[in-house]
């Protein structure tokens, strides 16, 4: 039987999502250590008429990690 990819992508989402808002439930324990990288300033083009803001910020803490080691367990037994 061959698996979805988009389940197993949908899940690993869901993992971030619930690893990031418990990770900021506990803002002071180890959960909430981590990396932030991406563009330090959005990037800007003003064309006149229209202005689009082009900007992606990635913060990868402890409980995103852990959220996404349980969404691929979780993955494997569906």
């Known amino acids: 039987m ?8 949908l899940l690993i989402l869901a993992g971030i999502v619930i690893g990031g808002f418990i990770g900021n439930l506990f803002p002071s324990t180890w959960l909430n ?4 990288f991406g563009l330090s300033a959005p990037i800007v083009f003003d064309i006149g008429i229209m202005c689009i803001t082009f ?4 913060k990868i803490t402890v409980a ?5 080691a349980i969404a691929l367990i979780i993955y494997r037994f569906i």
């Open 33 to 36: 250590y981590g990396q932030t």
């Open 55 to 58: 900007g992606l910020t990635i």
């Open 2 to 9: 061959r698996k979805n990819n988009w389940a197993c992508f």
């Open 64 to 68: 995103s990690i852990i959220g996404i």
